[in-house]
């Protein structure tokens, strides 16, 4: 039973080192201060087992800037065969929407596909919205919150758990299911890693390679765009409460009310 499978993997911004672009309003990015999106590792390690189990091919794709490759090396280190990074100045500055579209681009190049892989969300703009946008983009259904799944008899059985209740669906291919996180995912080895890079390469496409609409991509292609990015400024102060301790549980009771913290 040999399957296409493609995981969508993303580099982000490491939480303590996000910068932005005054002029854009958009993240500043560096491969110093950035890695693979850590919910993307759980997708990456989900279909590295199913292409184990089912002798398939794993292809890990991402969108991003030539930095992004990092994060296709780390890929093919876990144990992809082929590594795609979808790049071009154009895609500068999309929302979710075009991004889903660019993604959707690359993977209708690819070819015929059984299964597409994603993340629960990223750690940087967080939004959760890619991996249902790229199922619409492609028309095909789309499962999240998946934390098993299996393929049998040409149809993906999954389970996943919702409002307290075990749920267990059937999934025609092609689909895209969107991970959950699990407890440990596998890293690779030394080896591994030098494998990767004496092995592989990784395939570079731009907007005319995915033969994408210009209008659809980046800052013309976005249905939403960012106004203002502030900073949060948190003010804290520490208030030490005197007295016996049934005074202070008198006074801490009374600075809740004061602060609508207790009704
Ligand atoms: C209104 C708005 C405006 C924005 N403007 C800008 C901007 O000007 N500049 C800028 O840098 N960013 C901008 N962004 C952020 C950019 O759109 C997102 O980083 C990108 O679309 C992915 O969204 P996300 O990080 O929320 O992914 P989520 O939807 O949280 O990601 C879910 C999963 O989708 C997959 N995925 C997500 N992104 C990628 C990717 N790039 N490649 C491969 N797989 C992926 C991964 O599997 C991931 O786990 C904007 C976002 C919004 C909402």
């Known amino acids: 039973m040999n399957m296409n499978i493609i995981v969508c993997i993303k580099q982000v911004i490491a939480g303590d080192r996000v910068k932005i672009d005054p002029l854009t309003q958009s993240l500043v990015r560096s491969a110093e201060f950035s890695h693979i999106n850590p919910f993307d590792l759980f997708a990456l390690d989900l279909a590295v087992q199913l292409k184990r189990e089912t002798s398939s091919t794993l292809t890990a794709v991402t969108m991003g800037p030539p930095i992004s490759e990092e994060v296709l090396w780390e890929a093919l280190a ?53 991996g249902p946008q790229l199922a619409e983009e492609l028309d095909i259904p789309h499962v999240t919150g998946v934390e098993r799944m299996e393929k049998k008899e040409g149809v993906f ?19 895209l299911l969107v991970i959950s996180p699990r407890t440990e995912v596998r890293f690779p080895s030394l080896v591994d890693i030098q494998d990767a890079f004496t092995q592989s390469t990784i395939e ?41 301790p049934r005074q202070q549980a008198k006074l801490l009771f009374l600075k809740l009310i004061e602060r609508n913290l207790f009704s």
Request: net charge negative; glycine share 8%.
């Open 157 to 175: 059985w999954i389970e996943r758990t919702s409002d307290g209740f075990r749920e267990v669906l059937q999934v025609p291919a092609p689909a």
């Open 204 to 244: 570079y496409w731009n907007l005319e390679d995915l033969n994408a609409d210009p209008m659809k991509v980046g800052r013309d292609g976005s249905a939403t765009w960012v106004e203002a990015l502030l900073p949060l400024t948190q003010q804290k102060s520490c208030v030490f409460l005197e007295g016996e």
């Open 78 to 130: 876990i144990g992809a065969d082929r590594a795609i990074l979808l790049s071009d100045p154009r895609f500068a500055t999309s929302d979710t929407l075009a991004t889903s579209y660019v993604l959707g681009m690359g993977i209708r190049k690819i070819g015929k596909f059984d299964l597409v892989l994603c993340g629960m969300r990223t750690t940087d703009s967080d939004t959760a919205q890619v």
